[in-house]
């Protein structure tokens, strides 16, 4: 079982930028694709960005443009940049790994904070 470790999260004014780290005990190859959630007081976990074994990344409009997932297989290490940050933006964000069928391994969550 590969665990799932994020880091980088903080208290950021509006316009800022952050860069969160998702560090993998184990090979993050084998997976399908590996993704970052965000979960907001009172929401629903959302998908921020999906980056596949193959290199393709998706975003929801929400983010598009100011968030890029990139990954280490190396490193067995993903990171988020986030850019032009917004007061909604801020959330709990948490990373994941999807296996055949389904996302199977998340993160504790790092928190980000964005101040108007």
């Known amino acids: 079982q590969v665990q799932l470790a994020e880091s980088g999260g903080g208290l950021v004014q509006t316009g800022g930028s952050l860069r969160l780290s998702c560090a993998a005990s184990?090979?993050?190859?084998?997976?399908?694709?590996m993704g970052w959630y965000r979960q907001a007081p009172g929401k629903q976990r959302e998908l921020v960005a999906i980056?596949?074994?193959?290199?393709?990344?998706t975003y929801p409009d929400s983010v598009k443009g100011r968030f890029t997932i990139t990954r280490d297989n190396a490193k067995n290490t993903v990171y988020l940049q986030m850019n032009s940050l917004k007061p909604e933006d801020t959330a709990v964000y948490y990373c994941?790994?999807?296996?055949?069928?389904?996302?199977?391994?998340w993160g504790q969550g790092t928190q980000v904070t964005v101040s108007s």
């Open positions: 980056i596949t074994s193959g290199g393709h990344t």
């Open positions: 994941a790994a999807r296996g055949r069928v389904d996302w199977e391994e």
């Open positions: 184990g090979s993050i190859f084998s997976f399908t694709a």
